[in-house]
């Protein structure tokens, strides 16, 4: 069985920063894609937000934060991270980690193992 953790979620002002992290146990990633995926108050479906090769070599972004946020990873910790800066009200949702096995696209669907959640809030 897997777990992911997520953390670092919170209020934060336009324009601010947060780096939420995510914390795997129970199997490593270490041959898989990491993702953050989002979900905005009242939308049904999770939104891409970023992915991560296994290695660190790939990395994609949705449009709309491209330039703003920067995913990494530590396999040795099996942590994954977020870093969004920039912030904007409409970055507002919950936010989950999601890892993936044998999958490198950006489809909810095809990622197996995923966290609670953290809730994210941007103020205007």
């Known amino acids: 069985q897997v777990q992911l953790v997520e953390s670092g979620g919170g209020l934060v002002q336009a324009g601010g920063s947060l780096r939420l992290s995510c914390a795997a146990s129970?199997?490593?990633?270490?041959?898989?894609?990491m993702a953050w995926f989002r979900q905005a108050p009242l939308k049904k479906e999770r939104e891409f937000v970023a992915s991560i090769s296994w290695n660190g070599v790939y990395t994609y972004y949705a449009d709309s934060v491209k330039g703003r946020f920067t995913i990494s990873r530590d396999n040795a910790k099996n942590m994954v991270y977020l870093q969004m800066n920039s912030l904007k009200s409409e970055d507002t949702a919950v936010y989950y980690c999601?890892?993936?096995?044998?999958?490198?696209?950006?489809?909810?669907?095809?990622?197996?193992?995923w966290g609670q959640g953290t809730h994210v809030t941007v103020s205007s």
């Open positions: 999601a890892a993936a096995l044998g999958y490198s696209g950006h489809g909810a669907n095809g990622y197996s193992y």
């Open positions: 129970g199997r490593t990633f270490n041959s898989g894609y």
